[in-house]
């Protein structure tokens, strides 16, 4: 695995950091690029992991990420997406300020149904079969959460570079573990643990980084401008957390009922097929709708125009 680590750090090197600038286009093909790396690892690792894990394994992981999918879409109630959009960065920082605080209570709110009522919890989704394995949710939205915040600011500043690394680092993490996991014993919770480890090594490599350009700006953060940017923005809440909760809906409620009616094991034959079939290109495409989001606000701040009011 370090081996393999080095070798994706020398294309880090060669293909994202020294990648000639040429506006969003260099953009676009970096992040595009840091996201087929990415897979390309997942690639070369997954006939070990399906060799670890059996194809039910497999299932409960598509329902543990199904469930995640669907309350983390909101979890910051979308205040999040607007973070590249203000002009100053006394705004922006409040907005992150902002975003961070309710996905703690959110978190909480849902840490706390899991708690009291898990198996009823479960069964709003027919998925019993993640019942041993709930505690993980709350931990799961929390960790999604950030790592859903944080790269917005890195779009905000238009580290690209930084967020297709961190693409990278996700996928190594989140390997690395399954597999170690996966050899000590081979069960449903090595590779929930595993796709956690990954999202949060790709959030601290945007974190790390992030800190140091912006620890500055912390001491902007006042529960005044909270309350502030939380009006101006407040559209994102009342529209766009909806809008993302029935796309959400969507795409992830088909495989709970295939869980639920064809079980674990139908359900992670089809995860597998996905995984090689349909995510690369999900990927690939947020990647460019990232690009297009921070390009877009940045032109709206240029112009000196506000996006939604």
Do not use: C
């Amino acid at each position: 695995m370090l081996k393999i680590r080095k070798i994706f750090h020398i294309l880090e090197n060669k293909f994202i950091d020294r990648f000639p600038d040429m506006g969003w286009v260099s953009d676009v093909v970096i992040l595009t690029g840091g996201t087929a790396l990415g897979q390309v690892l997942a690639v070369i690792f997954s006939p070990i992991i399906t060799r670890i894990y059996s194809p039910a394994d497999m299932g409960v992981l598509t329902v543990f990420l199904s469930i995640i999918g669907i309350i983390t879409v909101s979890a910051a109630l979308s205040y999040d997406m607007a973070i590249p959009i203000p002009e100053d960065d006394n705004s922006a920082i409040n907005l992150l300020a902002l975003s961070l605080v309710i996905l703690v209570i959110i978190t909480i709110f849902v840490g706390g149904i899991v708690f009291f009522w898990g198996n009823q919890f479960l069964s709003i989704f027919d998925a019993e079969l993640l019942s041993g394995y709930e505690w993980l949710l709350p931990i799961g939205l929390l960790i999604v959460g950030l790592h859903s915040v944080f790269t917005y600011w890195a779009i905000r500043e238009k580290t690209y570079k930084l967020i297709a690394k961190s693409k990278i680092s996700k996928n190594i993490g989140m390997i690395a573990t399954q597999v170690v996991l996966g050899l000590i014993s081979a069960n449903p919770l090595g590779l929930i643990i595993g796709q956690l480890v990954g999202f949060v090594s790709g959030a601290s490599a945007i974190i790390r980084q992030l800190h140091n350009k912006s620890k500055n700006l912390i001491s902007l953060i006042s529960i005044k401008r909270i309350k502030k940017v939380a009006f101006r923005y407040r559209r994102f809440p009342l529209l766009s957390s909806w809008s993302s909760l029935l796309n959400a809906l969507g795409s992830q409620l088909p495989l709970l009922l295939i869980s639920a009616i064809y079980g674990a094991e139908i359900l992670g034959w089809m995860a597998l097929g996905q995984k090689v079939m349909v995510v690369p290109l999900s990927l690939i495409a947020k990647s460019v709708s990232q690009v297009f989001f921070g390009e877009i606000a940045d032109t709206a701040k240029q112009k000196n125009k506000s996006v939604l009011i």
